[in-house]
């Protein structure tokens, strides 16, 4: 049975950093690529980052490049989100994603507030 648990989440004030982390099993994790995304109240889901299954390749949202980076730790079966100069447009839940050709699975979620 495949599992991504993400943890890490919480809140935080505006200007602050958040590191997001999910955690797989039962999957061969390194074979597959890893993407973020998030979910505002009231908005569709929207992609935040993606990493390949190698963690050579990364890719961004308009919106938090040069503030989010993404990396993966393929031994540990976990990746990475880690958040800097967050807004209070940052706030949603955040879901990570694993992805192979037509398979995919994700986690549950994890919320992150940037309020004051």
């Known amino acids: 049975q495949v599992q991504l648990v993400e943890s890490g989440g919480g809140l935080v004030q505006p200007g602050g950093s958040l590191r997001l982390s999910c955690t797989a099993s039962?999957?061969?994790?390194?074979?597959?690529?890893m993407s973020w995304y998030r979910q505002a109240p009231g908005k569709e889901r929207e992609l935040v980052a993606t990493?390949?299954?190698?963690?050579?390749?990364?890719s961004y949202t308009e919106s938090v490049n040069g503030r989010f980076t993404i990396s993966r730790d393929n031994p540990k079966n976990t990746v990475y989100l880690q958040m800097n100069t967050l807004k209070p447009e940052d706030t949603a839940v955040y879901y990570c994603?694993?992805?192979?050709?037509?398979?995919?699975?994700w986690g549950q979620g994890i919320q992150v507030t940037v309020s004051s």
């Open positions: 994603k694993a992805f192979l050709q037509f398979l995919q699975y």
């Open positions: 039962g999957l061969a994790f390194g074979r597959y690529a």
């Open positions: 990493i390949s299954s190698d963690g050579y390749s990364t």
